[in-house]
């Protein structure tokens, strides 16, 4: 059999030629498209259940709220394993499918399955949220922003904050391939109703209705329409605060025709949340911004997309505002490929010295120095076909081979 094939190949050599070069011209449209990725996906289906409970201690979350999770997902068509982890105010449930399911079927049938749970959940427990689907190995991008001196008028890290929040976050979930953008550290910015319990019991008014008064002091009350012969006017009550003054004027409840106002028994004002950790970068407090990438997203794609549009954030940040990368994920696969590169290159000047030192035939040294990236573009092709992407581990085998 091998005699004829190589029989068939002298025969008809150009035939040879014409099938090699096309499978050269495939095998580098297939390079261009298929996905790059630090290690292979090494970790079967997961969905991420996430459940707060304000105030309730582990085991009363274990008890309230993932031991009723627990319970509905067992069973789960496809499901293997089911771990769950239970900490101050909030229960983390992870599911864990078959190889051969289906990343959307499953967070299906666990939304189907986790409904059911809710129903046992006592009040004051959070919705169940499920984290966005993303790879195991999904961190790509890592950002810590950072006011170095800070001065008076400098950017304040609450400002900041509620900058990362609200604007640069929302724009980099807009990126494709984005899965998920954590931001951790800073301090979040509220609006803060500090009690003064000797001026509670001075006014007569009970805790419940300073809570009650101040969150009636931020709603908008919807009153119907108001229609005439040829118009119709909206009418509402625009009751949410604009400045922590309003909030101070805030009545909460009437005697004899005087009011009592929030700001005559508590203090008003804006402050930063209760921290349960923080995050710093170079020795000063900052704001880290990790950028998760989808499944089967291509990382280097998805990281040039974020850093452009990390660039022109940063144009519209405050000049006093430095933004530093910490962590890049594509940074390995370029040395990767550059590795495959360096290999190949290498290679073909060592066989090229050996043949014509030994043979000194210019055209067997042509045929094997083709031979030499037809047979990688070949490898590719192999693991495109097998569903395989392009990572370290397989670049560095082909790597191997080369050099074999």
Do not use: H
Not at 103 to 122: D, H, M, N, S, W
Not at 222 to 251: C, H, N, W, Y
């Amino acid at each position: 059999m091998l005699n004829n094939l190589i029989y068939f190949s002298l025969v008809r050599r150009w035939l040879v030629v014409v099938v090699s070069g096309a499978l050269m011209v495939w095998g580098f449209l297939t390079v261009q498209k298929m996905p790059l990725d630090v290690f292979p996906n090494f970790a079967p289906p997961q969905v991420v259940i996430q459940t707060e409970g304000d105030g309730l201690a582990p085991d009363e979350v274990e008890s309230l709220v993932t031991l009723p999770l627990e319970s509905a997902l067992n069973g789960t068509a496809g499901v293997t394993a089911v771990y769950s982890k239970s900490t101050i105010g909030l229960s983390v449930v992870t599911v864990v499918f078959d190889w051969s399911t289906d990343i959307y079927r499953a967070r299906q049938l666990v939304t189907e399955k986790v409904q059911q749970a809710v129903a046992r959940f006592p009040d004051g427990i959070g919705t169940p949220v499920l984290s966005p689907p993303s790879s195991p190995l999904g961190w790509i991008l890592k950002y810590a922003l950072t006011v170095p001196t800070v001065v008076d008028g400098s950017t304040s890290l609450m400002d900041l904050t509620t900058t990362t929040n609200w604007q640069i976050r929302n724009r980099l979930l807009a990126v494709p391939g984005v899965a998920n953008v954590l931001v951790s550290g800073g301090d979040e910015r509220q609006y803060q109703v500090l009690v003064k319990p000797e001026r509670l019991k001075q006014y007569g008014v009970s805790l419940a209705e300073v809570t009650e008064a101040a969150a009636g002091a931020n709603t908008n009350a919807p009153g119907g329409f108001l229609q005439t012969a040829d118009q119709e006017f909206l009418i509402r009550g625009v009751g949410r605060v604009q400045s922590v003054e309003e909030l101070k004027e805030s009545v909460i409840i009437a005697r004899n025709g005087t009011p009592i106002r929030l700001a005559d028994v508590a203090t008003v004002q804006i402050g930063s949340a209760l921290k349960r950790g923080d995050a710093s970068w170079d020795g000063k407090p900052a704001i880290i911004i990790t950028i998760v990438r989808q499944p089967q997203a291509d990382t280097p794609t998805v990281t040039r997309l974020v850093e452009a549009a990390m660039a022109d954030l940063q144009a519209g940040l405050p000049k006093d505002v430095k933004v530093a990368t910490t962590f890049r994920q594509d940074d390995f696969i370029e040395k990767s490929v550059d590795n495959v590169v360096e290999a190949l290159r290498d290679g073909a000047i060592i066989v090229a010295v050996v043949l014509f030192l030994f043979l000194g035939n210019w055209r067997t040294i042509l045929i094997t120095l083709t031979a030499l990236p037809l047979s990688v573009l070949l490898g590719v092709l192999v693991l495109n076909a097998f569903g395989i992407g392009l990572n370290t581990m397989t670049l560095g085998g082909l790597a191997i081979a080369l050099g074999a």
